[in-house]
């Protein structure tokens, strides 16, 4: 199953070591289903996860966040859009996680953005929360 993370849920997991976005995490290791990403995308989660505001919160040291980013790097499927969206105007950055879900044809989007979750879906991929996504995880792989 190919599913974009938004960087929110990443930062979120590296913040809490428990919640949903940690446990999503961990079942991305463990291989239950597929993180498509783009190079975009990636610039944006080793940027927020190096991020001087986000440091004094994060339960990841410098040295972790750099092997988490370079394992995602490596083991991810990073995709090269082709297609510009623009159906997000009030953050932009938002469109990168629609067109990366679109170009890999992927069975979700899971963020905690409200703009994307507004939408519910896009171009029949469903936008959840890391909630929801946990529970949809939990039904195809029990």
């Known amino acids: ?6 960087t929110n849920v ?6 809490s070591l428990r919640g949903p976005p940690a446990e999503i995490i961990r079942a991305w290791r463990a291989d239950r289903f ?3 990403t783009s190079a975009p995308l990636l ?3 080793e940027r927020v996860l190096s991020s001087h505001r986000l440091e004094r919160y994060l339960t990841w040291s410098h040295e972790e966040v750099r092997e988490f980013v370079g394992l995602v790097e490596e083991v991810a499927t990073v995709v090269e859009p082709d297609r510009t969206i623009n159906v997000i105007a009030e953050d932009t950055a938002d469109n990168l996680v629609l067109e990366a879900a679109v170009e ?3 069975e979700y989007i899971v963020t905690g953005d409200s703009h994307l979750l507004s939408l519910a879906e896009f171009e029949g991929i469903p936008i959840v929360s890391p909630v929801r996504f946990l529970a949809a995880l939990a039904e195809l792989n029990p």
């Open 104 to 106: 890999a044809k992927a």
């Open 10 to 15: 990443v930062a979120r997991a590296a913040i």
């Open 1 to 6: 199953m190919n599913v974009v993370l938004d």
């Open 43 to 45: 610039d944006e989660l």
């Open 34 to 36: 597929s993180w498509v």
